[in-house]
């Protein structure tokens, strides 16, 4: 394509790179398998933090940071939480690096540290081990706190946004007095993350629970939301755990209840990461570029003007200018792009490419006839309007494109959601209409780990939503008594 963007009916992974580097919102780093987030990739993650952050205040929720480095012996202390991450981690061995002589510098030999330090790749751990300080009656609970933070999971194949070995998250840790507190607060957050993939992304998610193969290390149980792309895979998109009691015994964290009796503490935690970047990219763009709802786009209304001499500059940008006062008292953001360097051509590829939502053209015509002419970015429509009103119709109309890039997403997952009965109608589905595939399932580890060999299809969730359905389990033929949802994912 001109944009140097390939179709994604051609080839989706090389059409998801093309859109992240040419729209500058990251770009690979000198180091394997890390990438460099731009300022506009990074602008949107700040718009996403904002907002995470706010519902979580609103929910009781603080703030709090702890170190990157985790010594090592701290995850010899919960075993099935060190087995999940254990191939994945980056080790810190030496202290110190030195000259050898020769110009060159290498690790200083007498440098090694006495206990190796693990580079975070979740803060479990270290924030129980902290915990045992903090807590000692039940006056002390819940803890309600969350860290912004960089993990680094050493990953061996990764791409932009969706698996680098270094990426930013939020994680939340939470300290509750009974199990049913802390079940609260797992699925409280769930919720959370839901309204916010829904609400702010325009991503319709399923709210769901892992089966016991797929839930996150050391946890007892996990809530997920999944979410459908547009080629057909699904991305888990944020997850919330149940850890039970097993960090608290661990690291011997015990309270005093009301009762005067000593028990462990009931934990979660919850995360979500910059892969919401790649799912909002992935949800949906198209072969022109980014397609950003409105309500996180970095700009949201970008005023171009078309003009020959510097007096029709100077009466346009006299409008814009008033025009841009009330349209940041409303909240929106807008961007009035007066450069001579670039033509109006070029201004308009580069914002569509952009997935700027709307973008406002004004020449002297226009300003003659009192109109400006908007072009919408989910669309690709355009329309001729009286400059008369104009904030409140700008206004409206983000709100409409933030409501129909929702509608076609949940339309798509709609159309690729689909009911199977049989293991040959699963197979074939998978590879003619790729999609999420609502089939029975024998509810045995075994049965879910070769469909998952065989297909490379994992169960993404247990609906929390799922209708009671007696059924056949698609490859063994044993009851069921609900579907489950099927898909490959990323």
Same mark, same amino acid.
């Given at each position: 394509?001109?944009?140097?963007?390939?179709?994604?009916?051609?080839?989706?992974?090389?059409?998801?790179?093309?859109? @992240?580097?040419?729209?500058?919102?990251?770009?690979?780093?000198?180091?394997?398998?890390?990438?460099?987030?731009?300022?506009?990739?990074?602008?949107?993650?700040?718009?996403?933090?904002?907002?995470?952050?706010?519902?979580?205040?609103?929910?009781?929720?603080?703030?709090?940071?702890?170190?990157?480095?985790?010594?090592?012996?701290?995850?010899?202390?919960?075993?099935?939480?060190?087995?999940?991450?254990?191939? &994945?981690?980056?080790?810190?061995?030496?202290?110190?690096?030195?000259?050898?002589?020769?110009?060159?510098?290498?690790?200083?030999?007498?440098?090694?540290?006495?206990?190796?330090?693990?580079?975070?790749?979740?803060?479990?751990?270290?924030?129980?081990?902290?915990?045992?300080?903090?807590?000692?009656?039940?006056?002390? =609970?819940?803890?309600?706190?969350?860290?912004?933070?960089? @993990?680094?999971?050493?990953?061996?194949?990764?791409?932009?946004? =969706?698996?680098?070995?270094?990426?930013?998250?939020?994680?939340?840790?939470?300290?509750?007095?009974?199990?049913?507190?802390?079940?609260?607060?797992?699925?409280?957050?769930?919720?959370?993350?839901?309204?916010?993939?829904?609400?702010?992304?325009?991503?319709?998610?399923?709210?769901?629970?892992?089966?016991?193969?797929?839930?996150?290390?050391?946890?007892?149980?996990?809530?997920?939301? /999944?979410?459908?792309?547009?080629?057909?895979?699904?991305?888990?998109?944020?997850?919330?755990?149940?850890?039970?009691?097993?960090?608290?015994?661990?690291?011997?964290?015990?309270?005093?209840?009301?009762?005067?009796?000593?028990?462990?503490?009931?934990?979660?935690?919850?995360?979500?990461?910059?892969?919401?970047?790649? %799912?909002?990219?992935?949800?949906?763009?198209?072969?022109?570029?980014?397609?950003?709802?409105?309500?996180?786009?970095?700009?949201?209304? @970008?005023?171009?003007?078309?003009?020959?001499?510097? &007096? /029709?500059?100077?009466?346009?940008?006299?409008?814009?200018?008033?025009?841009?006062?009330?349209?940041?008292?409303?909240?929106?953001?807008?961007?009035?792009?007066?450069?001579?360097?670039?033509?109006?051509?070029?201004?308009?590829?580069?914002? &569509?490419?952009?997935? @700027?939502?709307?973008?406002?053209?004004?020449?002297?015509?226009?300003?003659?006839?009192?109109?400006?002419?908007?072009?919408?970015?989910?669309?690709?429509?355009?329309?001729?309007?009286? +400059?008369?009103?104009?904030? +409140?119709?700008? /206004?409206?109309?983000? /709100?409409?494109?933030?409501?129909?890039?929702?509608?076609?997403?949940?339309?798509?997952?709609?159309?690729?959601?689909?009911?199977?009965?049989?293991?040959?109608?699963?197979?074939?589905?998978?590879?003619?209409?790729?999609?999420?595939?609502?089939?029975?399932?024998?509810?045995?580890?075994?049965?879910?780990?070769?469909?998952?060999?065989?297909?490379?299809?994992?169960?993404?969730?247990?609906?929390?939503? %799922?209708?009671?359905?007696?059924?056949?389990?698609?490859?063994?033929?044993?009851?069921?008594?609900?579907?489950?949802?099927?898909?490959?994912?990323?």
């Amino acid at each position: 394509m001109s944009k140097g963007v390939i179709s994604k009916d051609e080839d989706y992974s090389q059409w998801f790179n093309d859109l @992240v580097i040419k729209s500058d919102m990251a770009e690979y780093s000198p180091v394997r398998g890390c990438m460099i987030i731009k300022p506009y990739g990074y602008s949107i993650w700040e718009k996403m933090q904002a907002v995470l952050d706010q519902m979580f205040k609103d929910t009781g929720h603080s703030n709090a940071y702890f170190p990157l480095f985790i010594p090592k012996s701290f995850f010899s202390k919960e075993a099935s939480h060190v087995d999940g991450f254990a191939k &994945e981690c980056a080790v810190v061995t030496h202290y110190r690096l030195k000259n050898d002589g020769n110009g060159n510098i290498v690790v200083d030999e007498e440098a090694k540290l006495e206990e190796e330090l693990i580079v975070r790749p979740t803060s479990e751990t270290i924030i129980w081990n902290t915990y045992k300080g903090w807590i000692q009656s039940y006056r002390d =609970l819940p803890i309600l706190v969350n860290q912004w933070a960089n @993990v680094v999971r050493w990953e061996m194949r990764t791409r932009l946004f =969706l698996r680098t070995s270094e990426f930013l998250w939020q994680e939340g840790h939470t300290a509750h007095a009974t199990s049913e507190e802390a079940i609260a607060e797992t699925e409280q957050m769930l919720e959370v993350y839901a309204n916010f993939a829904e609400n702010w992304m325009g991503l319709p998610v399923i709210k769901g629970r892992k089966t016991p193969n797929e839930r996150f290390a050391g946890a007892l149980d996990t809530y997920c939301i /999944e979410a459908l792309m547009q080629d057909g895979k699904a991305l888990q998109a944020g997850t919330s755990h149940f850890l039970g009691q097993n960090f608290a015994k661990a690291f011997d964290v015990k309270f005093t209840g009301k009762d005067n009796k000593l028990d462990y503490v009931w934990a979660t935690s919850w995360g979500v990461s910059t892969r919401l970047i790649g %799912a909002l990219i992935m949800a949906h763009s198209d072969d022109a570029g980014l397609v950003l709802p409105p309500k996180l786009a970095p700009i949201q209304v @970008v005023v171009v003007p078309i003009y020959k001499h510097q &007096e /029709e500059l100077d009466n346009i940008s006299a409008y814009v200018a008033a025009l841009s006062k009330e349209l940041k008292v409303k909240g929106i953001s807008v961007k009035f792009d007066n450069r001579d360097t670039h033509r109006p051509g070029a201004k308009f590829a580069e914002y &569509e490419l952009k997935g @700027v939502p709307l973008r406002v053209a004004i020449g002297s015509r226009d300003m003659q006839n009192g109109t400006v002419e908007l072009a919408r970015r989910d669309t690709k429509t355009k329309e001729t309007v009286n +400059q008369e009103g104009l904030a +409140q119709h700008i /206004e409206s109309l983000l /709100e409409q494109i933030q409501n129909n890039i929702y509608k076609k997403a949940f339309d798509f997952r709609a159309a690729n959601t689909t009911e199977v009965d049989t293991y040959e109608e699963f197979k074939r589905m998978l590879d003619e209409q790729p999609g999420f595939l609502s089939a029975h399932w024998d509810g045995t580890p075994e049965t879910e780990q070769r469909i998952k060999d065989e297909t490379k299809a994992t169960i993404r969730c247990i609906p929390l939503d %799922a209708k009671q359905e007696e059924g056949k389990c698609i490859l063994t033929g044993k009851p069921s008594t609900q579907r489950v949802l099927f898909a490959r994912a990323y």
